[in-house]
């Protein structure tokens, strides 16, 4: 039963000139439902005539609207709000002043404990700010709510809710003022009121921070934005100095519990799922907001977010350290880590989950693997256990297409290593170089299928002779443009793996004494894949000699395809051989001999094939090939005179055997010696590192 206002005898003008008692309009209103009793044309101005002579009645208007809704369903609520949504802004401006005085009537007095009547009056405000197409309603919402909780704020309990939802809607808003204006009152809240946020429910908070994360993306005043993201710091300040209050029944009496920051509740802290909740959102939003297309604020927001988990992260168990590493971290770097090789032909591509994350740019970069490695390194107790995802994310910046991430990411790699040391087990060490292989492994699938585009594409004739001259008819101009992305990407791709053999090598330089048999085993599998992959590349004649022709129309430099060989191959040599010389290195089950012997090999047998010899690996087992002299081009010549350092090493390396595995190797490669004294050279060191070895290990051999 609804309890009713004492009724008034006076009478009050209508707009249509009628005079009625008090009472008639609070029967037409509590006959038409609430509110919407005085929306008739003529009469809505007669509510305001009530209200001053009688507050009580309008009251209870706006309480019996309430339970009209109680018993009618939505109908009652959506009443209520129809004023203020009316087409016609007279009434509409008038509703919402009315609800002002109404509310700040209510405001007045506290609000009693676990009721949410504040929360329930302050509605129609958010609903209206939510749908009304009128800029002028919309910022008299903000100037509304603005001015009751600046004058009643000691008052607000469960109205925070309903308040941070306008402010909210306020931050998305379409017009520059209204944005501002809202957000002039959030940093006062914010600011000077912060304690009466959660007073009553600490939830609240959450309203708070996604509040200030809307206003993160306004549009109009990156300060707007820049100014919320340090709001956020000072909220992330305040819940880990114990600023929430809880007002659950803990105890028998009802006592409410203060979260506070000390040794002793550390434990409660960071194991507690309310308060665990509160962290999510706030650093799930930071998170977010590194990959916004404005430069200012991924940095801000980079920045911020790895200040408060580096000032905060004691806090924290391991399990939501875990927690915090896979929904917060590790998506921040995806947009650049999740890049993989792309086929523009057939659409086909790795798509990366943050696709807005192009957008970094050459300060982004370091800065976020600056941050990274800092955290990491500071908490690598706590968060030991994410090593292989923070590597494999500075080996994502390594894969990148682009110089400058990729540097960024062999810097971070060194410097991770470097700092943390000896600290690293085993186990570690054999992650991190595990990563460097996939990184290096990873994306030559794509690669080649990228470079098999090239098939597709017709020439007038392929030259044998690489000083045939081109013209721009052997190719269309679709055929071009197809051709200058796989020169492009064969370029990068090199550059990667490149990198990838750079940053190897001096990791194993700089920490070869922390080094096991087992992480020596996982270098060797690197060099190998590299040098093979890269012999595999430079066997693909047909389509290199394609890419030549298009670089030679579109005045390109060739894919540095021999250089990358040579690379590949010196690197693999040399690691062989420091580790065959190293005198502490216990080899183990580890056959370092057959492993030097065959890459030495590979170098001589792509030598040879370079000067136009067949060697041993392509010749029949039963009878030797007769033996062509061609005369080799200019270009030949130059990557016979490129090889040369690498044959000389390999050279060196089979004559720095010991006396009984040479004899035990030489029936493998002596042929391969006499194919290269039959050989033509560019230089004559070749044939001087021929006679050294055949002076000092081969002839021995043989006088024997």
Not at 111 to 133: C, D, T, W
Not at 192 to 197: H, L, Q, S, T, V
Request: charged share 20%; aromatic share 8%.
């Amino acid at each position: 039963m609804t309890h009713e206002p004492k009724r008034s005898g006076r009478r009050v003008n209508t707009q249509n000139g009628k005079r009625m008692s008090q009472s008639t309009i609070w029967e037409k209103a509590a006959k038409n439902g609430g509110w919407r009793g005085l929306h008739a044309p003529g009469e809505w101005p007669m509510l305001g005539c009530v209200w001053r002579s009688d507050p009580e009645v309008v009251l209870w208007l706006a309480v019996y609207g309430r339970s009209e809704q109680n018993c009618k369903g939505s109908k009652g609520k959506r009443d209520r709000n129809e004023v203020g949504l009316s087409e016609n802004l007279s009434v509409a401006i008038f509703a919402m002043d009315s609800l002002r005085q109404l509310a700040m009537k209510f405001l007045e007095r506290e609000e009693l404990a676990n009721y949410n009547f504040q929360n329930e009056f302050l509605r129609p405000f958010v609903i209206v700010m939510q749908k009304s197409n009128s800029t002028e309603i919309r910022e008299l919402i903000v100037r509304c709510i603005s001015q009751m909780v600046l004058s009643r704020v000691s008052n607000v309990k469960s109205g925070w809710k309903s308040v941070f939802m306008v402010f909210t809607a306020a931050a998305a808003d379409e017009r520059k003022n209204i944005v501002l204006l809202a957000f002039e009152t959030m940093e006062k809240i914010v600011r000077e009121f912060f304690p009466y946020i959660t007073e009553t429910e600490t939830t609240t908070f959450t309203d708070c921070v996604g509040c200030l994360l809307t206003f993160t993306n306004s549009r109009f005043n990156s300060d707007v934005s820049l100014n919320a993201i340090a709001f956020l710091r000072f909220c992330a300040v305040r819940l880990a100095d114990g600023g929430l209050v809880c007002n659950k029944n803990s105890s028998a009496d009802g006592s409410s519990v203060v979260l506070t920051n000390g040794v002793s509740d550390v434990h409660a802290l960071t194991d507690n799922d309310d308060h665990v909740s509160f962290w999510i959102p706030l650093l799930s939003g930071l998170s977010k907001l590194t990959y916004d297309p404005r430069s200012a604020i991924r940095k801000s927001s980079l920045e911020v977010l790895f200040n408060i988990l580096k000032d905060h992260g004691h806090l924290f168990s391991r399990t939501f350290w875990n927690s915090i590493f896979c929904s917060v971290i590790f998506p921040v770097y995806n947009s650049v880590c999740g890049k993989r090789d792309m086929n523009i032909l057939d659409g086909h591509s790795s798509v990366s989950v943050h696709t807005e994350g192009s957008t970094w740019d050459y300060e982004t970069s370091p800065v976020a693997a600056e941050c990274l490695i800092d955290l990491f390194v500071t908490f690598f107790d706590m968060v030991r256990s994410q090593l292989p995802g923070v590597v494999s994310v500075l080996t994502g910046f390594i894969r990148s297409p682009v110089q400058g991430p990729a540097s960024t990411g062999v810097a971070g790699l060194m410097r991770l290593t470097g700092d943390l040391g000896k600290r690293l087990s085993e186990e570690e060490w054999k992650e991190i170089f595990l990563c460097l292989k996939d990184a290096a492994t990873s994306t030559v699938p794509g690669f080649i299928k990228v470079l098999r585009t090239m098939s597709n594409i017709e020439v007038l004739k392929i030259s044998q002779s690489s000083d045939h001259d081109m013209t721009n008819d052997e190719f269309d101009d679709d055929n071009l443009q197809t051709a200058t992305y796989v020169v492009s990407r064969t370029k990068n791709h090199i550059a990667m793996q490149l990198l990838i053999l750079q940053v190897t090598t001096d990791l194993y330089r700089k920490h070869q004494r922390s080094l096991s048999a087992d992480n020596i085993k996982v270098l060797i599998e690197l060099y190998s894949s590299i040098a093979l992959h890269a012999r595999q590349l430079n066997r693909e004649s047909v389509l290199l000699k394609k890419l030549q022709k298009a670089c030679s129309i579109l005045e390109l430099s060739a894919p540095p395809v021999v250089h990358f060989e040579n690379e590949s191959f010196q690197n693999h040599l040399n690691f062989l051989q420091n580790l065959h010389d190293d005198q502490y290195f216990v080899h183990g089950d580890i056959d370092l001999e057959q492993e030097l012997v065959t890459v030495c090999e590979n170098v001589l047998d792509i030598y040879l094939n370079c000067a136009g010899s067949v060697s041993t690996f392509q010749k029949s087992d039963t009878q030797p090939m007769p033996r062509r002299k061609l005369p080799l081009s200019s270009a030949k010549k130059e990557e016979i005179a490129a090889r040369t350092s690498l044959v000389i090493s390999a050279l060196q390396g089979l004559a720095g055997l010991e006396k009984d595995s040479f004899r035990r190797y030489i029936p493998r490669f002596f042929q391969l010696l006499v194919d290269l004294v039959r050989s033509e050279h560019t230089s004559g060191e070749v044939q001087l590192a021929l006679s050294n070895m055949f002076r000092s290990s081969v002839g021995p051999i043989i006088m024997e």
